[in-house]
T-cell receptor, first 115, second 111 residues
Framework: GAGVSQSPRYKVAKRGQDVALRCDPISGHVSLFWYQQALGQGPEFLTYFQNEAQLDKSGLPSDRFFAERPEGSVSTLKIQRTQQEDSAVYLC???FGDGEHYEQYFGPGTRLTVT | GQNIDQPTEMTATEGAIVQINCTYQ??????LFWYQQHAGEAPTFLSY????GLEEKGRFSSFLSRSKGYSYLLLKELQMKDSASYLCAVRDNTNAGKSTFGDGTTLTVKP
């Protein structure tokens, strides 16, 4: 079956622009996670949804970052007024359960470059 | 919070065995994951440990000691395709979903 998909795969934004990154999780997966991964580092947790409820957004670096999952399936990560330090790969992952031991399935990521 | 340490780089020879260590200091613990990430690709799940001991899955095994805050990933019969970054991640029991990742160990397998 289809895995986690993300779009766009690559995004170049000028500093100050708003961007929206989309994640389509595996059908039926309850949990959805967003991570930010800088070059040479591990993924850093941004936020977590269980169905449509955002249960943890403690990793969002500033109020310029906003995530939603209105119908409990597709999720969008929005970054307003992008800054150069926002340049990174944004990974989305989904898992079947409520975050208990079920492994996370990652999408290919969106590489964001802010110029 | 969580603090996770793993070596930055390792090199091994095709056909050999390599052990990648991970140590963690946590405010809570609800399982440890190992993921493999090839350059430019998404991480893929390798193993999960929540109780002490060894979990074996084919050429890959993972060990956990909760009292020592220590895990390792053992890769046997190394193949060139095993060249990748190996990420250790700890799940926090204070929040059902949040996992903290280490920065990964880049393994290079040489002929």
């Amino acid at each position: 079956g289809a895995g986690v998909s993300q779009s766009p795969r690559y995004k170049v934004a000028k500093r100050g622009q708003d961007v929206a990154l989309r994640c389509d999780p595996i059908s039926g997966h309850v949990s959805l996670f967003w991570y930010q991964q800088a070059l040479g580092q591990g993924p850093e947790f941004l936020t977590y949804f269980q169905n449509e409820a955002q249960l943890d957004k403690s990793g969002l670096p500033s109020d310029r970052f906003f995530a939603e999952r209105p119908e409990g399936s597709v999720s969008t990560l929005k970054i307003q007024r992008t800054q150069q330090e926002d340049s990174a790969v944004y990974l989305c992952a989904s898992s079947f359960g409520d975050g208990e031991h079920y492994e996370q399935y990652f999408g290919p990521g969106t590489r964001l470059t802010v110029t | 919070g969580q603090n996770i340490d793993q070596p930055t780089e390792m090199t091994a020879t095709e056909g050999a065995i390599v052990q990648i260590n991970c140590t963690y200091q946590t405010s809570g613990f609800n399982g440890l994951f190992w993921y493999q990430q090839h350059a430019g690709e998404a991480p893929t799940f390798l193993s999960y440990n929540v109780l002490d001991g060894l979990e074996e899955k084919g050429r890959f095994s993972s060990f956990l000691s909760r009292s020592k805050g220590y895990s390792y990933l053992l890769l046997k019969e190394l193949q060139m395709k095993d060249s990748a970054s190996y990420l250790c991640a700890v799940r926090d029991n204070t929040n059902a979903g949040k996992s903290t990742f280490g920065d990964g160990t880049t393994l290079t397998v040489k002929p």
